[in-house]
C-alpha cells in the first residue's frame, strides 16, 4: 500500500516569521497560533516577564486607589482597611500576605526594607502613607517617639496593666541586685523583653 501524509521534511504546520513583544527577538510561530493570537512571545520566560509586569501595575494602581492624596503636601490617608491601631492595611494578592500600607509606600519612593527596620511617622498619623512624612527608625526609637507623642497611656492607667507603679521600682531594684531579665520576667508576670525595657526607661519612664 502506498505511504500516505505529508512528505518526509516539511513542516507539520506552516511557520510564519513573528516578533517577540517582550525581547524583541525574531522567532517563528505555528500559522495556527499566530491566527489564534497566541503567538506573541518566543518564550515561556519573555511570556512570564510581561505577564509580571502587568500585575505590578495593576497591583500599584489597586494600592493608589485606596489612598486620599488630595492634598499634596499634606498626609496622604490609608482609605482601605486598619488594624486596631489605625495603621493601614494592604492585602498582596500575588505573595499572599498583609502589608503594611505606610511600610509599604516608603519602599516605593526608597529602598526594600529588612523585618527589622521599622517605619515611623513625623506627621503622628498612623494611617499616613505619604512618603515625605515617613522615616526609618527602630524599635527603641518607636517606643520613645511614641511616649514623647503621648501615644502610650502610662502604667497603671492602661486597662491591661501588669504592673504597678511600686512593682516596677522593685523590679528595678531586683536587676541593680543583679537579677536576669528571665529571673525578672518569671517573678513579676511579664515578659523578658518587656522587663528589659521597664528597667531601660523605655516603658513606665514616668516612674523614678
Known amino acids: 500500500m502506498a505511504r500516505t501524509g505529508r512528505p ?4 507539520a504546520y506552516p511557520l510564519v516569521d513573528r516578533t517577540c513583544e517582550w525581547c524583541k527577538s525574531p522567532f517563528k510561530a505555528k500559522r495556527c497560533e499566530v491566527n489564534r493570537g497566541s503567538a506573541r512571545f518566543c518564550s515561556i520566560s519573555c511570556a512570564t516577564s510581561r505577564k509580571n509586569v502587568i500585575r505590578a501595575g495593576e497591583f500599584l494602581d489597586r494600592f493608589w486607589k ?7 503636601e499634606g498626609c496622604w490617608i ?3 482597611s486598619k488594624n486596631t491601631d489605625g495603621y493601614g492595611n494592604f492585602w498582596d494578592k500575588n505573595q499572599k500576605r498583609c502589608l503594611k500600607a505606610h511600610r509599604f509606600s516608603y519602599s516605593l519612593a526608597h529602598d526594600d526594607l529588612t523585618p527589622d527596620i521599622q517605619v515611623l511617622h513625623h506627621c503622628d498619623t498612623p494611617d499616613c ?4 512624612h515617613l522615616y526609618l527608625g527602630d524599635q527603641k526609637k518607636n517606643m520613645v517617639d511614641a511616649a514623647s507623642r503621648g501615644r502610650m497611656n502610662p502604667g497603671e492607667k492602661r486597662s491591661n496593666a501588669i504592673l504597678t507603679e511600686d512593682s516596677v521600682r522593685k523590679l528595678r531594684a531586683d536587676r ?3 537579677m536576669a531579665y ?4 518569671a517573678k513579676y508576670g511579664v515578659s523578658s523583653p518587656s522587663a528589659r525595657a521597664v528597667c531601660l526607661r523605655l516603658k513606665w519612664s514616668h516612674v523614678e
Open 8 to 11: 518526509i521534511g516539511r513542516p
Open 66 to 72: 485606596k489612598v486620599d492624596r488630595s492634598n499634596p
Open 78 to 80: 490609608w482609605m482601605g
Open 129 to 132: 502613607v505619604n512618603p515625605e
Open 176 to 178: 541593680e541586685a543583679g
Open 182 to 185: 528571665g529571673a525578672l520576667a
